[in-house]
């Protein structure tokens, strides 16, 4: 049990190392709501890597956390944002836009109509097609 502890500790230490950046990269805002001034917290893409990868991990609210690990409470009419979020600079933004918008496609109609309208880059599309949300 204190292996599993120790670990956990480690990878947060590993991941809070990647803070400063990220929070540089995001501007101290979430980066999949673009709101400030409220706490932030990383969130990686799964399939979570051994090690943290920069190029895998968002900033993002608590809100959007919450959401993002119970993907049934995602409410399609608030994230109508995504339609600009998707045009991000940020490979691992624009990839978890999509991977939003996937799920939210299944009952949302405007949700696959903006992935119909979207051109990403392979790089994009292969790390939004990993499993999970």
């Not at 709501?33 to 893409?45: D, K, Q, W």
């Amino acid at each position: 049990m204190a292996r599993g502890y120790d670990s956990d500790r480690e990878r947060k230490h590993a991941l809070s190392l990647l803070g400063k950046d990220l929070a540089r990269r995001a501007k101290s805002r979430c980066e999949l709501t673009r709101v400030s001034g409220v706490p932030l917290m990383t969130y990686e893409i799964p399939p979570v890597p051994t090690e943290p990868d920069f190029n895998r991990c968002l900033l993002v609210s608590e809100s959007v956390l919450g959401q993002l690990a119970k993907p049934q409470t995602l409410v399609g009419g608030e994230w109508h944002h995504l339609k600009e979020v998707i045009w991000s600079d940020i490979p691992v933004v624009q990839a978890m836009a999509l991977r939003i918008l996937r799920h939210l496609a299944r009952s949302e109609p405007w949700a696959q109509n903006l992935i119909d309208e979207t051109y990403l880059d392979a790089e994009v599309e292969e790390l939004a097609g990993e499993e999970g949300l």
